[in-house]
């Protein structure tokens, strides 16, 4: 079984900034991708931004420029660097992590959400 626990979410003034950090535990053979989702009020949750484990990023539309993600593969760590913070990036931000355990099977763990609220 793969942990993962995210840390870093809160309260943030418009045009503040974030970063939002997801480690996992567990026995993890390999990640391969790692990811950021969200949901905001009364909306369907969305991709954010995705790392594979060769370090290339997709982000979705509403946030390349302003957010960034990276990852620490000592630490099976991923990052995502919010600036420029708007009102409507409100919401409960959930990391993804995708790779392998060491008995040959897969996984897609989420973690259990950080709350983020851009508000004066």
């Known amino acids: 079984q793969v942990q993962l626990v995210e840390s870093g979410g809160g309260l943030v003034q418009p045009g503040g900034s974030l970063r939002l950090s997801c480690a996992a535990s567990?026995?993890?053979?390999?990640?391969?991708?790692m990811g950021w989702y969200r949901r905001a009020p009364g909306k369907q949750r969305e991709l954010v931004a995705q790392i594979t484990g060769g370090g290339s990023t997709t982000y979705a539309d509403s946030f390349e420029g302003r957010f960034s993600i990276s990852r620490d593969n000592a630490k099976n760590t991923v990052y995502l660097q919010m600036n420029s913070l708007r009102p409507e990036d409100t919401a409960v931000y959930y990391c993804n992590v995708q790779g392998d355990y060491y008995a040959a099977a897969s996984f897609n763990s989420w973690g259990q959400g950080t709350q983020v609220t851009v508000s004066s």
């Open positions: 567990g026995r993890i053979f390999r990640i391969n991708a």
